[in-house]
């Protein structure tokens, strides 16, 4: 394996597991939405 080839791969694995990290990050903090489980709105009162 050549040097550039070596650097293309380190490059581009490094982009998709930093993109990775930044979705989820910003899907778990994100603030909770305040809709009502569908579920409960079948319970039986």
Do not use: C, W
Request: glycine share 4%; aromatic share 8%; hydrophobic share 40%.
């Amino acid at each position: 394996m050549t040097t550039s080839a070596l650097i293309m791969i380190i490059l581009t694995q490094g982009t998709v597991i930093a993109a990775t990290i930044y979705f989820f990050r910003k899907v778990l903090k994100a603030p909770h939405n305040g809709e009502p489980d569908s579920y409960s709105e079948n319970d039986p009162k």
